[in-house]
């Protein structure tokens, strides 16, 4: 449920990309500045929580799998 | 006086030829070192080229693009800086434009440079920087040079589809940042940290103004811009004084509370351009540094980088707009109405420059730089060219304020962007009959309309990419059966604005 969501969110974002494969999306440059931050509120909006300034790193972002933790890991904090 | 750029670099070395002058994440170089292997890569350059020829150099975020630059400028020849980020197709294009002396890459980027489809020498840095430099060829183009030959060409996009090289030279970017210097007191103690990729004008504002001020420059990556832990333990612990960054990444900064656990301590000076500034975030950037100084910069790439300036001196509610300020000296701005008629207070007109930071026009084009660089239509007297700037602004208490553009030029994500070029490249797409680009401010977002027998979106996104730099692809796509057509049988801006797009306004 999470996950289909989250891609959904990806989906819009980069219709081009292939998330599933990635796992480096931040390091090789795949995601930039806009995506990024478009990202981040879209994440916020649809899984209610709040993406804090510790929680924007690379590693959080650099693939699909890393990304759910994120926000698993909010959700339990919530 | 100084007449070339070059003149900061030798006073920098002979001032404290030990000073570290650009560094990036990895390296870094003194002002000696640059000196020395810049001008070994003028003796191999100025041995192909007679000079105030074009050099294309294929730039990244490390200090050998730099030091490239200044060697371009002793070989007596303009650099054209290409970014490896922009596709390989744009690249072309841009190469074919130019048809450079040669390209200068890196060792690690010749595949990349073999791979482009043009008849350009290769010449790799590192291979450069080891000949020996030859004194007596240097002193002389030294000594042929003058102050209006070109120093670089900088590729904007153009409307017609094909990107546009505004040549500029010595004298204009001496003028910028001599009146830089005198307007926000810089000195050699300043520290910058460079935001802007160098195929971009607004790194030319850090680059000279480090050298004129015998500064230094520290290269910040675009990754820790979108990463503002590490952006700040960065800033700090090369105690940054200065930024002259793009809105978009203060935007950033401020977009993800970027100042919440520390802030960059050594900032005192934070000067932003490239689009209008969101009071909110500049209003983030003073609560967290309320001592430092901050000024917004307005100006295009034609007339060398800025042409006027507005320090901050007061709070700004969220309903308001930051004036773009007053001219800087040696520089006149002023507005013309439709009529070519000077503007009553209050009144709208475009927003017209003269003065010594004129760019030389567009490269090889000469009928769109007629168009934008014209007679003064105030001075019937004598030959005088002012620049017109598509912009249209206004007076008010006299502050010069931005209003909006005259065409479909956009501002996005710092960029620059003529939506007839993305159209162009949807044009040429056989699957594609007809589409149209509308920019929606609100949203910071490229919507693009198009008409084909079935619904493709990724289909195009793949396509553009070939052709088009990530920032110019549009956000959002709509697929229709059948563009609207307006009266005069043109696609029907107004219409899809009001029915597609959320908010409206664009």
């Not at chain 2, 980027?109 to 240097?138: F, G, N, S, V």
């Not at chain 2, 501002?411 to 056989?430: C, F, N, P, T, Y």
């Not at chain 2, 929606?440 to 088009?468: H, S, T, V, W």
Request: aromatic share 10%; glycine share 6%; charged share 30%.
């Amino acid at each position: 449920m999470m996950r289909e969501e989250l891609m959904e969110i990806l989906e819009r974002l980069r219709p081009e990309l292939e998330f599933e494969k990635e796992d480096k999306l931040i390091d090789d440059g795949i995601l930039d500045s806009f995506d990024l931050v478009s990202l981040i509120g879209e994440i916020n909006d649809s899984f209610d929580v709040e993406v804090s300034f510790d929680d924007i790193e690379p590693e959080n972002f650099n693939s699909v799998e890393a990304m759910l933790a994120l926000i698993t890991k909010l959700q339990e904090e919530e | 006086m100084v007449c070339n750029v070059l003149d900061y670099l030798e006073a920098g070395v002979r001032r404290h030829p030990d000073k570290i002058l650009f560094a990036d994440e990895k390296h870094e170089v003194t002002y000696k070192e640059c000196m020395e292997n810049a001008r070994r890569i003028g003796t191999v350059i100025a041995g192909m080229s007679q000079g105030r020829k074009p050099v294309a150099v294929l730039v990244d975020r490390g200090v050998e693009s730099l030091v490239s630059f200044m060697g371009c400028i002793y070989s007596g020849n303009f650099y054209v800086p290409i970014s490896k980020e922009i596709p390989e197709k744009r690249m072309e294009v841009i190469l074919k434009q130019v048809s450079p002396v040669c390209l200068i890459c890196q060792g690690k980027d010749r595949e990349l440079a073999e791979k482009l489809e043009h008849k350009t020498e290769i010449c790799l840095y590192e291979e450069m920087a080891l000949k020996e430099p030859k004194e007596e060829l240097l002193r002389g183009i030294r000594e042929g040079h003058l102050d209006t030959d070109p120093l670089y060409a900088i590729y904007t996009s153009g409307s017609s589809g094909t990107p546009k090289g505004v040549l500029v030279c010595h004298r204009s970017v001496i003028d910028l940042v001599e009146q830089f210097a005198v307007c926000f007191q810089l000195d050699e103690h300043e520290i910058f940290g460079n935001q802007a990729p160098f195929d971009f004008d607004v790194s030319v504002k850090d680059i000279y103004s480090t050298l004129r001020n015998g500064a230094t420059l520290y290269i910040v990556t675009k990754k820790m811009i979108m990463f503002p832990k590490k952006l700040i333990a960065y800033l700090n612990e090369k105690r940054v004084t200065t930024l002259i960054w793009a809105v978009s990444a203060l935007a950033i900064v401020a977009d993800f509370k970027g100042m919440e656990k520390d802030v960059p301590h050594s900032l005192k000076k934070i000067m932003f351009s490239g689009e209008v500034m969101p009071v909110k975030v500049l209003n983030y950037w003073r609560e967290k540094l309320p001592d430092a100084m901050y000024v917004n910069l307005y100006g295009p790439t034609e007339i060398t980088c800025n042409c006027t300036y507005y320090i901050i001196d007061r709070d700004f509610g969220l309903d308001e707009t930051l004036p773009i300020g007053k001219a800087f000296p040696n520089t006149e701005v002023f507005l013309l109405n439709e009529k070519n008629h000077l503007v009553k207070d209050e009144e709208v007109g475009e927003i017209c420059v003269r003065g010594t930071s004129l760019a030389l026009g567009y490269y090889r084009n000469l009928e769109a730089t007629d168009r934008a660089f014209c007679q003064n239509p105030m001075n019937p007297d004598y030959p005088e060219l002012m620049y017109r700037t598509g912009d249209l602004g206004r007076y008010r208490n006299g502050e010069l304020y931005y209003v909006t553009r005259k065409d479909f030029q956009i501002k996005h994500m710092g960029h620059r962007i003529e939506l007839g070029e993305i159209e162009a490249v949807l044009d040429s797409l056989d699957y594609i009959s007809r589409s149209c680009c509308i920019y929606n401010k609100e949203e910071n977002a490229i919507y693009m309309f198009y008409q084909a027998e079935e619904a493709c979106d990724k289909r195009i996104i793949k396509d553009l990419q070939i052709y088009l730099p990530k920032y110019m692809c549009p956000n959002r796509y709509v697929y229709l059966e059948r563009l609207p057509l307006n009266k005069n049988g043109k696609i029907d801006r107004i219409m899809l604005k009001e029915r597609y797009i959320c908010h409206g306004e664009s």
